[in-house]
């Protein structure tokens, strides 16, 4: 037996990553963009590339076992049934879930509407559902950095019930305003909805005290997990939310499959959002009743390939481990700010303290419009986005239309940044204000 | 390099200096249009005098917010719309609109559209093309709202 002396004042570094032998994995990488130039893709805040293992992943299940899961006793059924299930289980345990947590649906969006909806159907279903209903004089609470993923379907619910909608501010320098947090989450809060990550300022919200202070009032609080799962370790049991959503797509899976995780408890007596096949235990001809989660919020015939290449997207991700991916992109993310910071007339929309920060970096350029100096950089093989990033609240909180941003994966490389700074200054120079 | 055949002087010109801009009054007709994937901006006054068929657009005014192409679009509308019969200005507002959807295809005929034809190369960027036709937007809907319709003014609209 050998036993190991742990240093504990040094911190653990995890190794780094071979980016040019995983970049071997994403095909879509090698090509040329704009009349030769190497793509630099920088806009998986977006949507994430796919690694031949994930596409692989597809075909084998479409050119072996392909079937509608849930259904039909034959042989095939069987064994796309077993694919379909050993995914969520995959998945499941990558986020510290247990497996009958796990909803499939179609994208983070639907999660959340899955929830709203379901809260919205309160009103009419058993007493089992009572603590999801809405109705006036109840608030629902979400942030001003939020997606319009996160804020419109609780916009509708409010409207839908009579329930009033609060937020928690951002600082000037685009963190979560935690000062409002006693005032504005209160015993009249039922629901907390945040982001885990802004896929704008790159931000990484302290889950815990609104955790916190959501419990003590009672409110459930529902995570929006889209730009914190995909780039490092996240435990949804650990940070103790009630509800977390997160998007296949934007982890290198496959588009048309997302996640929704829900405390079993709280899963079990949550009425449906869709209905139909699947998600029935008894059906008569006046009435039904529901199959318990997770296939009561799954009807109709799944996503199947699309989970199974989630699940390949997953083992992939922690064969790799979270802690060095997350590494890498902070290494990414603090060459960005550092080198963007430098260049005069550019503004960082977001922390430049890269300390609970992730790797999206937007940033405004003086004189130059964010969709002109995005297209400067297209020219030059880089892709990033421009607009308002589906959060247009936060741009008008943050005092600019819209911004660039950059957003950094596992399969970046530091060479990358400094073509972006590059790429900026020649959006500078071509649009003569410098 | 392609970014000059998108970018032409022409545009960024207009960008750097644009015309008419400001909202002024009189007006017969105001529109505001946004293009909701990046939240540019036009809010467009056309003040329109005469009857339906002999009607001319006396004034346009605007102000707004957005990139070069959306901003600079706006200010040779003005140039090419006022003064001009309404039906003159929906004759040339298709002819606009014919080039921008046309993928680059489309060959612009400079006595139509004259400043008009530095957006040809803005045609070959689909995702530019809203930027480019926001503006044209708010003036088609200005002259309905000013009872001005190019319908009403013999112009078939596609």
Redesign the interface.
């Known amino acids: 037996m050998t036993t190991t002396t742990v240093d504990h004042e040094q911190r653990h570094v995890p190794e780094p990553l071979d980016v040019a032998a995983l970049r071997a994995d994403f095909p879509i990488l090698a090509r040329t963009v704009?009349?030769g130039c190497p793509l630099a893709y920088l806009d998986s805040g977006a949507t994430s590339q796919r690694p031949n293992q994930v596409l692989d992943a597809e075909r084998s299940f479409l050119t072996t076992c392909n079937a509608a899961v849930h259904r039909g006793a034959h042989q095939l059924a069987e064994e796309a049934t077993d694919a379909y299930e050993h995914a969520r289980a995959t998945i499941a345990a990558f986020v510290g879930a247990d497996v009958g947590e796990l909803v499939f649906v179609k994208n983070a969006t639907e999660g959340i509407n899955l929830v709203s909806y379901a809260m919205g159907n309160a009103a009419t279903a058993g007493d089992e559902a009572a603590r999801f209903r809405l109705g006036p004089g109840d608030e629902v609470v979400v942030t001003e950095m939020e997606h319009h993923a996160n804020l419109v379907p609780w916009q509708q619910v409010c409207r839908r019930t009579g329930a009033t909608l609060r937020w928690l501010g951002v600082t000037d320098d685009g963190r979560l305003d935690l000062d409002d947090v006693p005032e504005v989450i209160t015993e009249r809060t039922k629901v907390v909805a945040l982001t885990h990550q802004s896929n704008v300022l790159g931000t990484i919200n302290p889950v815990a005290p609104v955790v916190r202070r959501a419990k003590e009032v009672g409110a459930l609080t529902v995570l929006d997990a889209c730009q914190s799962v995909p780039h490092g370790a996240v435990n949804v049991a650990e940070l103790g939310v009630d509800f977390a959503v997160f998007s296949g797509h934007k982890m290198l899976g496959p588009s048309g499959i997302g996640v929704l995780y829900g405390r079993r408890e709280l899963l079990e007596a949550l009425p449906p959002f869709m209905t139909g096949g699947s998600m029935i235990e008894q059906v008569w001809m006046e009435t039904s009743t529901f199959a318990p989660p997770p296939q009561r919020f799954e009807a109709g015939v799944p996503m199947t390939s699309q989970a199974v290449g989630l699940g390949a997207a997953v083992d992939y991700l922690s064969a790799i481990g979270m802690d060095r991916i997350a590494a890498h992109e902070h290494a990414l993310t603090e060459a960005a700010v550092t080198e963007l910071d430098a260049i005069d007339g550019v503004r960082i929309i977001g922390p430049t303290e890269v300390v609970d920060r992730g790797g999206a970096v937007s940033f405004v350029v003086d004189g130059v419009?964010?969709?002109?100096a995005g297209?400067?950089l297209d020219?030059l093989g880089l892709a990033v986005r421009?607009?308002?990033h589906c959060a247009?609240p936060l741009?008008r909180r943050m005092g600019v239309?819209?911004t660039v941003r950059a957003s950094f994966y596992l399969y970046n490389e530091l060479s990358e940044v400094e073509r972006l700074a590059r790429g900026v200054r020649e959006a500078q120079r071509?649009?003569?204000v410098v | 390099m392609q970014l000059e055949s998108m970018y032409q002087e022409i545009i960024l010109d207009h960008y750097k200096n644009p015309n008419a801009r400001g909202l002024r009054e009189p007006y017969d007709g105001e529109s505001f249009q946004v293009n909701p994937t990046c939240g540019d901006e036009v809010t467009l006054r056309v003040k329109v005098d005469g009857d339906n068929g002999e009607s001319r657009v006396t004034d346009v005014s605007y102000d707004g917010q957005g990139c070069s192409i959306s901003q600079a679009s706006v200010s040779v509308l003005t140039e090419l719309v006022t003064g001009r019969t309404v039906r003159e200005a929906c004759t040339t507002m298709e002819a606009f609109v014919e080039l921008m959807q046309g993928r680059g295809q489309v060959e612009p005929d400079e006595n139509v559209l004259a400043d008009g034809v530095a957006f040809a190369g803005v045609a070959k960027y689909p995702a530019r093309v809203k930027c480019a036709l926001l503006g044209w937007m708010a003036f088609k809907s200005a002259l309905v709202e000013a009872g001005q319709s190019p319908e009403a003014n013999g112009v078939e609209v596609t």
Do not use: E, I, M, N
């Open positions: 704009r009349d419009h964010p969709h002109d297209q400067v020219s421009v607009g308002h247009w741009h239309p819209a071509f649009f003569g």
